[in-house]
Nanobody, 119 residues
Framework: VQLVESGGGLVQAGSSLRLSCAAS????????MEWYRQAPGKQREFVAK????????NYADSVKGRFTISRDNAKNTRSLQMTSLKPQDTALYYC?????????????WGQGTQVTVSS
C-alpha cells in the first residue's frame, strides 16, 4: 500500500484546513487508517484513526471536537478536516495505513504534509 498526503499549508489561528490521504496498491487489505503528526523537536503523536470496516473513529484528546476523520472508500481516500486550528497544531502530518499482507499486518506511511498555523 502506498500513501500520498495533500492539503497542508500555512493558515491563521482559528482557520480550517482539510488534509487528504490517497491510498493505492492493496487497498482492499487496509484495516485501519490513521493520522499522526510531528512537531519540530517532538515525538510523532497520534491524531486520529478510522476503521475501514464499520467506520468507527478515535481521536487524541488534543484534537477532539475540532478534527474529523472521514473516508471515501470508492476513492480510497481518507480525509482529516481540521477546524479551529491553533499554533500548537503546527506539525508535519502523516497518514498511516495498517493492512494485511496475510498473515502479517503491515504499516505503510506517507511522506507527510506540512501544516503551519500562525498566531
Amino acid at each position: 500500500v502506498q500513501l500520498v498526503e495533500s492539503g497542508g499549508g500555512l493558515v491563521q489561528a482559528g482557520s480550517s484546513l482539510r488534509l487528504s490521504c490517497a491510498a493505492s496498491g492493496s487497498t482492499s487489505s487496509i484495516i485501519v487508517m490513521e493520522w499522526y503528526r510531528q512537531a519540530p523537536g517532538k515525538q510523532r503523536e497520534f491524531v486520529a484513526k478510522i476503521h475501514v470496516t464499520g467506520g468507527s473513529t478515535n481521536y487524541a484528546d488534543s484534537v477532539k471536537g475540532r478534527f474529523t476523520i472521514s473516508r471515501d472508500n470508492a476513492k480510497n481516500t481518507r480525509s482529516l478536516q481540521m477546524t479551529s486550528l491553533k499554533p500548537q497544531d503546527t506539525a508535519l502530518y502523516y497518514c498511516r495505513a495498517r493492512w494485511m499482507d496475510y498473515p502479517v499486518p503491515v504499516d505503510s506511511w506517507g511522506q507527510g504534509t506540512q501544516v503551519t498555523v500562525s498566531s
